[in-house]
Nanobody, 119 residues
């Protein structure tokens, strides 16, 4: 199983970016997908998660600005980030808690994509 994330980059404060992450491989189902981020010198923190039924959870720091969504048919999760702030600068990692074709439950991480918010 692999998670391939893309969509990071440099954006000015107040701007927007959209991240996407596609899971591929021997997948039976993906109950939960999400995004985490890690800034230099800090611990990795949750940004948002979404279940396969569409239930979402957000960190307080991004509520009202970020929107997580997913396309179950494509095993893909998205993160629409609006009103970006310099403190959103981090490496963003996608995450999937999934069940593979052997019915084993595991957690997988993408490779990380850099988001930099700066003028």
């Amino acid at each position: 199983v692999q998670l391939q994330a893309c969509g990071g980059g440099l954006v000015q404060p107040g701007g927007s970016l959209r991240l996407s992450c596609a899971a591929s491989g021997s997948i039976f189902s993906i109950p939960v997908m999400g995004w985490y981020r890690q800034a230099p010198g800090k611990q990795r923190e949750l940004v948002a998660t979404i279940t396969d039924e569409g239930s979402t959870n957000y960190a307080d720091s991004v509520k009202g600005r970020f929107t997580i969504s997913r396309d179950n048919a494509k095993n893909t999760v998205y993160l629409q980030m609006n009103s970006l702030k310099p403190e959103d600068t981090s490496v963003y990692y996608c995450n999937a808690d999934l069940i593979n074709m052997r019915r084993r439950y595991d957690t997988y991480w993408g490779q990380g994509t850099q988001v930099t918010v700066s003028s």
